[in-house]
Structures are given as structure tokens and as C-alpha cells.
T-cell receptor, first 115, second 113 residues
Framework: KAGVTQTPRYLIKTRGQQVTLSCSPISGHRSVSWYQQTPGQGLQFLFEYFSETQRNKGNFPGRFSGRQFSNSRSEMNVSTLELGDSALYLC??????????????FGSGTQLSVL | DAKTTQPPSMDCAEGRAANLPCNHSTISGNEYVYWYRQIHSQGPQYIIH???NNETNEMASLIITEDRKSSTLILPHATLRDTAVYYC??????????????FGQGTRLTINP
């Protein structure tokens, strides 16, 4: 079974641009979550999608958005990039049908650098 | 979400058991304890989780105290490949099925040859 796939692996953008990151979950998984990891703030939850609906959201500005398609693939978008958006963006998938007794499987992440 | 406290770093000799402690004194009755680890520049990897009973799998053992306020992850025979940051997470259900992990700073475990 293929794992969680994130593309691209590395990305360089300049301030003010926007960026779209992609995540393909494990086959059969319907929940996709996104996390941001920086040296200063660690791993922080961005949002979670289940059946094309945002089910949970972290404390990030509206410049960060996402969506999920009918095949459970997900994209996240960051508009008007700032230097502080430089981070490793991680996607995780899970079946999404249980509450707390469910493992999340993470992809390798997209390393975004904003210049 | 319940907060966890872990030592920032630990060392262990290769071949010995690595015991990683975690305090979660505000844990509630329906909250699971999860352990993940992250090797540099990779995504976190699931290790083990439990509610109140001790758990064991092919990677590790999880010992949860009777009052559930603390737990210990045990890697029985540590290898150099176990060098990573280990996260202890207490996970609560926000709404039915909603998935969210709240990561602390974790413990940086270094296995020495």
C-alpha cells in the first residue's frame, strides 16, 4: 500500500507570491490533515478535511486555506507569502471515522522557502 | 487539549533500553496517549498509543501509570536508527471523528555507539 505522497518536495517562492501544495492520502483514507513545522514554533495543526469538508481548523490567518477533492486528495494554498511562512508543511491521512483511537500517517512534507 | 511535558533531550547507549518519560497530569478519562517520532526532515512516524493499559508492539512498549498522569515509552534494544525526536501526545476528540494532534517540543533521543 502506497504511503502519503506530498508534492513538491521542495519549493522556493518570493514574498507576495502564492503557493499550492498537494497531498495524496493512503488509499481508503478519507481524512487529510495539514501541519506546519518551523524551528521556533514546532509542529502546529493547520486544518483537517474529511469528505471534502473542513472539519477542524487551527489558529492560522486566512491566507492559509485548503480543499479536498472527491478522491480524498487535498491541496493547501498560502496566499501573499511572508518570510515567516518558510517551513516544512506536512500532510497526514487517516480513515477519519473514529475519534481518538486512530493513527495518523504522515507524508515526508514539502519544504517551502520564502525569499 | 491536555498538555504534555517531556525532557528536551536524552542519551542512550546502543543495545540498551531507552526509557522516555512523559507527564500528562491534566489528562481526561477518554484521552489516548500517542507516541510519534520524527527523524530529521521526515514526517512523524507513529510508534504506539494507549488509553489505560500497557501496550506493546513490534517497535516499543508503552507503560501508563495507574492514575494515567504519566507514561513511559520503552525502546527495548535501541539502535542508531532510533535517533530521533520523540513526541508524546494526548489526543482528545473535538467532534466525532475530527483528527488533531497537538505536538509539544518532544525529546531529542540520541543513541550512542
Amino acid at each position: 500500500k502506497a504511503g502519503v505522497t506530498q508534492t513538491p518536495r521542495y519549493l522556493i517562492k518570493t514574498r507576495g507570491q502564492q503557493v499550492t501544495l498537494s497531498c495524496s492520502p493512503i488509499s481508503g483514507h478519507r481524512s487529510v490533515s495539514w501541519y506546519q513545522q518551523t524551528p521556533g514554533q514546532g509542529l502546529q495543526f493547520l486544518f483537517e478535511y474529511f469528505s471534502e469538508t473542513q472539519r477542524n481548523k487551527g489558529n492560522f490567518p486566512g491566507r492559509f486555506s485548503g480543499r479536498q477533492f472527491s478522491n480524498s486528495r487535498s491541496e493547501m494554498n498560502v496566499s501573499t507569502l511572508e518570510l515567516g511562512d518558510s517551513a516544512l508543511y506536512l500532510c497526514a491521512s487517516s480513515p477519519g471515522t473514529e475519534s481518538t483511537n486512530e493513527k495518523l500517517f504522515f507524508g515526508s512534507g514539502t519544504q517551502l522557502s520564502v525569499l | 487539549d491536555a498538555k504534555t511535558t517531556q525532557p528536551p533531550s536524552m542519551d542512550c547507549a546502543e543495545g540498551r533500553a531507552a526509557n522516555l518519560p512523559c507527564n500528562h497530569s491534566t489528562i481526561s478519562g477518554n484521552e489516548y496517549v500517542y507516541w510519534y517520532r520524527q527523524i530529521h526532515s521526515q514526517g512523524p512516524q507513529y510508534i504506539i498509543h494507549g488509553l489505560k493499559n500497557n501496550e506493546t508492539n513490534e517497535m516499543a512498549s508503552l507503560i501508563i501509570t495507574e492514575d494515567r498522569k504519566s507514561s513511559t515509552l520503552i525502546l527495548p534494544h535501541a539502535t542508531l536508527r532510533d535517533t530521533a525526536v520523540y513526541y508524546c501526545i494526548v489526543r482528545v476528540s473535538i467532534i466525532q471523528g475530527a483528527q488533531k494532534l497537538v505536538f509539544g517540543q518532544g525529546t531529542r533521543l540520541t543513541i550512542n555507539p
